[in-house]
């Protein structure tokens, strides 16, 4: 089974910084790609950045250059770099992985908060 653990949410004003981190129970490279998705209570979960196996990273429109996803492979780790947050980036993101089985369910972390509020 695997595990996701995020870490690096709290509470952060309008144009702060905030990095997010997540770390899986085994190597990241088991995986077709790595996510981060974020959710607002009463809306659907949202994708905001990717990257796959071989590098290639893929970002929400609303969060090009102002948000990095990047990895490190000797931690087993993925981290979410989020740069001038708005307040309506408030929500609860998650960490996902992506098999290469296309008939394994994606795994989930349990997310961390991310409130932008002054």
């Known amino acids: 089974q695997v595990q996701l653990v995020e870490s690096g949410g709290g509470l952060v004003q309008p144009g702060g910084s905030l990095k997010l981190s997540c770390t899986a129970s085994?190597?990241?490279?088991?995986?077709?790609?790595m996510a981060w998705y974020r959710q607002v209570p009463g809306k659907q979960r949202e994708l905001v950045a990717l990257i796959n196996s071989a590098g290639t990273r893929t970002y929400a429109e609303s969060v090009k250059d102002r948000f990095t996803i990047s990895r490190d492979s000797a931690k087993n780790t993925v981290y979410l770099q989020m740069n001038s947050l708005k307040s309506t980036e408030t929500a609860v993101y998650y960490c996902?992985?992506?098999?290469?089985?296309?008939?394994?369910?994606?795994?989930w972390g349990p997310g961390t908060q991310v409130t932008v509020s002054s």
């Open positions: 996902n992985a992506k098999s290469f089985d296309l008939a394994q369910n994606d795994y």
């Open positions: 085994r190597s990241i490279f088991n995986f077709a790609a």
